[in-house]
């Protein structure tokens, strides 16, 4: 490869935090990146070349971002793949990951099947397209189950739990569109691998703990309290999810550590993942540098974790949507080693992700409990009530 | 202080590699960045809000610069200081550090006095306006000496050595306009201190040794191979030069270790400096992210170490001004723990400053011998000759 000025332009679709983090990290490495986004003046404009306005199927903005990128990614599933793999066709511009990735992956359902066919243990799971198949499904897979929404769902939007035979009718008209029940999963945490496709190339990040609340990442921890060995086949599952995966890049890999001390697939998301922002203090190369320089054609960074590190989330505490202004950063800004990570969104409502908090521990120390309690702490701190 | 969308602005004068680091620095932080700049899309600009077109001394672009701006600050001492301070007041927009401080430091000669006058150890020196006065300096200072422009010169430009007597006509007839002199420091190694200023706050950064050759910066090493002692009374220096600069902000101070173990000041730069650029992965807060906050009156961040980290300058290697093209990165970018930045200069030019590398130790070691010696061999890896 050759480094020129400019250098070489990453296309993004999508201009949201994970845009903004990924044009922090491509300056350093001299790539460019320029975004589309439906909503003017996105989160990443400011760190990014150029930001283009255009919703996610918008074939005519599409071809211009490609027309000045030397490849294209996408930092949202909502991406319309068809629009995007004719618009990579059109313009002989790669596309990273691949489109079928994103199609896989969009619909819940065939991307539990593909991954089942392919060996990864999953939870139990059903296609269910009325009530009747919800509540014969349920049947088999006992109560709770959890209906989710095959297309459309994040942050746990599109998932309902059904807990009782009361709650089939309700619940399946809740979710509008085709939809799939999965088996109650009793587990002792949830875990997260930041895995990486390279050119010819294959890695993956530490394995991290993830604590939801209202299935909304609050706390991530690296490392986890899980054992070595449940790591190790942590690991190995996110290998075998990474093979079925097509396309250069970062992908966030959900995990759940059943109480048998099992490893079961839950979600992926073909990008980087709320769940490896800590990598940025935390590893050598940040899960957005690795991004970069994965789907670029880069070779990829180590993945070695420098200290123990916690991140907690910033979300919205107001109940009425209303200009974003955060008040107590104060709080972050003064700890040693804690870092703020302020997305730039203009606006806040209830459970909206602003921004983040990451605390760095000792190098060399394992235990992360005291940190997880300060970053909590830190992050209790901070509020948009005015 | 309340964090707002968009936040904060910070103005800079100048959009060069240190601008551009700033913007990189100031986006985790929520505040926006804006450059002026007399090249058009300068370094700064794909990591920054705008890039404004403007001379150092255009009144009128560094009024626009602050009508957007909530504080203003320069990344190059060029800035003219009378104009700088005017338009800070006429639009009520702080400046920092304070345009005396600019004043101060732009004439080395007005420099030294002014720090020799607060005890600050400095070595000898004298101004001089004419060959005649230059011989009669050098017959008190002794051969050999360095006669130095009192304004404008940077990376040894302005500085020429007075081997002997026969050296003082054309030496200070290379000199344009009013110069100085110092006598030979027998030095035995060069140190460097970023310095804090914060709001009622004062910290310097972890002292680092720096190697020059052509008197550019090639290489920093933190922590340097001087004593426990020695660094002791660098820190001493650094907080006596703080003492000195008015104005919020980080401060790069030159240091001379002498072969008697002495520290003697050799210059201050009223910004971030390249000898602190190993800040970005070797500290919890970059020097970058700690002007920032700084100069926007936020906490300053801890200077703690990470980890022992070498840097080493990427400088043109041609002849000839042209493109620029750099080749052999990907030895840079296949090495754990190595991280290029790279500066998106169009044109390279013998000696100019177009990237670096730093490399990161072992948390808790401290031999940089190896570790410099690899960041130089990364480094010797890489070249513009096509």
Same mark, same amino acid.
């Given at each position: 490869?050759? *480094?020129?000025? =400019?250098? =070489?332009?990453? &296309? ?11 044009? #922090?990290?491509?300056?350093?490495? &001299?790539? #460019?990146?320029?975004? !589309? +986004? ?11 070349? +150029? ?12 071809? !211009? ?37 994103? $199609? ?18 999953? =939870? +139990?799971?059903?296609?269910? +397209? ?10 088999? *897979? ?34 509008? &569109?085709?939809? %799939? ?31 939801? $609340? #209202? ?29 079925? %995966? ?7 890999? #959900? ?42 054609? %880069? ?10 590190? /916690?991140?907690?989330?910033? *979300? ?31 606006? /806040? ?8 908090? !990451? ?28």
């Amino acid at each position: 490869m050759t *480094l020129t000025s =400019p250098g =070489p332009t990453l &296309g993004v679709v999508g201009g949201g935090q994970l845009g903004r983090m990924l044009g #922090e990290a491509a300056a350093p490495l &001299g790539v #460019e990146v320029v975004v !589309t +986004d439906p909503t003017p003046d996105p989160p990443a404009a400011p760190t990014v070349r +150029d930001a283009l306005l255009g919703e996610w199927d918008d074939e005519s903005t599409f071809r !211009t971002l490609a027309e000045r990128a030397d490849v294209l990614t996408f930092e949202i599933e909502l991406t319309d793949p068809d629009t995007l793999e004719r618009v990579s066709e059109a313009t002989d511009t790669p596309v990273h990951p691949h489109p079928d990735t994103l $199609r896989l992956i969009q619909d819940k359902y065939v991307q539990k099947e593909a991954l089942a066919d392919a060996g990864v243990p999953v =939870p +139990d799971y059903r296609a269910v +397209d009325s009530a009747d198949e919800l509540a014969a499904a349920c049947d088999e *897979l006992g109560y709770p189950a959890m209906l989710k929404a095959r297309e459309g769902g994040y942050d746990g939007r599109g998932n309902i739990p059904v807990e009782s035979p009361d709650d089939v009718e309700s619940a399946f008209e809740a979710i509008e &569109g085709p939809a %799939m029940v999965e088996g109650f999963v009793d587990f002792e945490r949830e875990l997260a691998i930041m895995g990486c496709l390279g050119d010819d190339a294959i890695d993956t990040f530490p394995v991290t703990e993830t604590i939801h $609340r #209202e299935e909304i990442l609050r706390e991530s921890v690296s490392p986890p309290g899980a054992s070595a060995a449940v790591r190790e086949q942590a690991r190995e599952v996110a290998r075998d999810v990474l093979d079925v %995966m097509s396309g250069r890049g970062v992908y966030g890999i #959900e995990l759940f550590e059943t109480t048998d001390g099992e490893i079961l697939l839950n979600e992926i998301a073909p990008r980087p993942h709320n769940s490896g922002h800590w990598t940025i203090e935390g590893c050598h190369t940040s899960q957005f540098e690795q991004h970069v320089r994965a789907v670029m054609g %880069m070779p990829l960074g180590t993945t070695e974790r420098r200290a123990p590190t /916690v991140s907690a989330n910033i *979300l919205g505490d107001v109940d009425e949507r209303q200009p974003a202004a955060l008040s107590g950063e104060n709080g972050v800004l003064e700890t040693p080693r804690a870092h703020l990570h302020w997305y730039g969104k203009r606006e /806040v409502y209830r459970l909206r992700k602003m921004g983040h908090v !990451t605390l760095v521990g000792e190098s060399g120390s394992v235990d992360t409990d005291a940190l997880l309690e300060e970053v909590r702490a830190l992050r209790d701190g901070l509020t948009f009530q005015g």
